[in-house]
């Protein structure tokens, strides 16, 4: 061998060690962190991904490598904690084995930490698949990291201003990582976002498209907010023929006849919901599939329809699909329901005005007097800027203020979420004020009926801290065990 090439053969010998040394290193502490940040308490969703990822920066890229069915990437603003659990119920009813970042921490921190727990010792991975949820701004770094075969988006709406700005910098994100992903994957769009539908496709990337073809009542809501005004063509105003809620609908531009594309992917009916349960018919290509599907509202319908269209990607069988759909249950802390002693509750994470009002429509929907615990917290990860508050239509609940049997505001903005009470039509005095959360579920608990539901609306981490408190009642197991 020529002295050169022998020279750069122990070179790339070594660099090849140097990477497995610190690859492993990296998985190492990583899985140590999460055992202490799990028996701390703290759940340890970032932390170990983190500082894994410092050790060795490509340890996600070459995990999702081991991956031999590859990577699905679920990103937009609202649903993708329950897209990906009805995907990954789907693959699995399918027979994959799926490595899932239930928790919803997905900055690629988290979903790092995902990887790092369910990979060995020695660097070896014993699923099939990873259908990871993506925070919209950190899709572009995901994507050229982990090659996704597919990347399904179900919305863009205004979220955490501090963070992103408005939509347009949001959509740009969306643009870039489906610029990154490799050209033979697939797209999964929904066709009633006009913002969605106007990203261009990659040249030979497969889209699959789905959207609602229902008849539903008029929206009421005077504060849900309308993201996608203008046509992303010819920016003139949107005309809608229907709007099922914020603007997300059946759209068309008189200007230059953009217009809504006909779905792959069609929710024809939805029954009226028996005992929490919906009959659904849908239209796939070449077949009709009826679904019993035990989750409420039709933000869940969008879900349950980017679910299917990716699975239909795949080529899963309409039968697996339809037969997973229907053991479905609520998602981490997304309609999550505890049983304490005869009484309900039910946890619904709130972070931004149109997914805030899909839960206040839920609340209005209850025949009986419920308790109402709203916890708001300003953390990094639930947004600094908490101005989102008086965009949620909290008069729709003000409109009815008598069929609450208490009222609380908790956590760090406690005395905001009072104000935005106040201003919304509830008396001061009907609001009880505790900042610290688990005081304020052990209170607003106490004074709920047994028989009765205590809803409780948390921001991100307000929601770990009640989630928290709820195992230390005995209720439900840490998130991270799910």
């Not at 727990?117 to 070896?124: K, M, R």
């Not at 014993?126 to 572009?140: F, I, S, W, Y």
């Not at 990582?177 to 697939?186: K, V």
């Not at 899963?316 to 053991?327: G, N, R």
Request: proline share 5%; aromatic share 8%.
């Amino acid at each position: 061998m020529h002295k050169k090439s022998m020279q750069g053969h122990k070179t790339g010998g070594f660099l090849s060690r140097l990477f497995k040394i610190k690859l492993l290193a990296g998985l190492w502490t990583g899985k140590l962190l999460l055992i202490i940040t799990r028996l701390s308490g703290r759940g340890g969703t970032t932390l170990p991904g983190r500082i894994a990822q410092k050790i060795e920066p490509k340890l996600t890229s070459y995990l999702a490598s081991l991956l031999p069915s590859g990577t699905l990437l679920i990103t937009g603003t609202n649903g993708k904690t329950t897209t990906s659990a009805l995907l990954s119920s789907i693959l699995k009813e399918a027979g994959y084995r799926c490595i899932n970042n239930q928790s919803g921490s997905n900055l690629s921190w988290g979903i790092a930490s995902s990887l790092v727990a369910e990979t060995s010792l020695s660097g070896h991975l014993r699923e099939d698949m990873a259908v990871m949820e993506v925070d919209e701004g950190a899709l572009p770094g995901v994507t050229g990291s982990m090659k996704p075969r597919g990347i399904t988006i179900t919305n863009i709406f205004r979220d955490q201003l501090d963070r992103y700005g408005e939509v347009d910098h949001v959509l740009q994100k969306i643009k870039t990582g489906l610029d990154l992903q490799p050209q033979d994957g697939f797209e999964v769009i929904n066709a009633d976002d006009p913002s969605l539908t106007g990203i261009q496709a990659g040249q030979h990337k497969k889209r699959w498209l789905y959207g609602l073809e229902l008849d539903l009542p008029e929206d009421t809501f005077e504060n849900t907010g309308r993201d996608m005004k203008a046509c992303p063509h010819c920016k003139e105003e949107l005309q809608y023929e229907k709007l099922f809620y914020a603007h997300l609908g059946h759209y068309g531009c008189h200007s230059c006849g953009y217009k809504r594309p006909k779905p792959d992917i069609r929710l024809m009916k939805a029954s009226e919901s028996v005992n929490g349960v919906t009959a659904l018919q849908i239209e796939l290509p070449g077949e009709t599939a009826e679904i019993k599907f035990p989750l409420p509202g039709t933000y869940n319908f969008y879900n349950l329809l980017a679910a299917v269209a990716t699975a239909k990607a795949l080529d899963i069988p309409t039968t697996l699909i339809t037969s997973a759909l229907e053991k479905s249950v609520p998602s981490f802390g997304r309609m999550e329901f505890f049983e304490a002693g005869g009484k309900t509750i039910i946890i619904a994470l709130i972070k931004n005005p149109v997914g805030a009002n899909e839960v206040i429509r839920t609340i209005l929907n209850q025949s009986d007097k419920v308790n109402l615990l709203v916890a708001i917290n300003d953390k990094i990860a639930d947004g600094t800027d908490v101005s989102w508050l008086w965009d949620v239509d909290f008069e729709q609940l003000g409109l009815v203020k008598d069929s609450f049997s208490g009222l609380y505001a908790s956590g760090l903005r406690a005395w905001d979420m009072a104000v935005r009470f106040k201003y919304a039509g509830f008396d001061p005095g009907q609001v009880s004020i505790e900042e610290n959360t688990e005081k304020a579920v052990r209170s607003a608990l106490e004074v709920t009926p047994p028989g009765s539901k205590l809803f409780i609306l948390p921001s991100y981490t307000a929601m770990l801290e009640i989630r928290r408190t709820l195992n230390k009642m005995g209720l439900g197991k840490p998130y991270w065990e799910e």
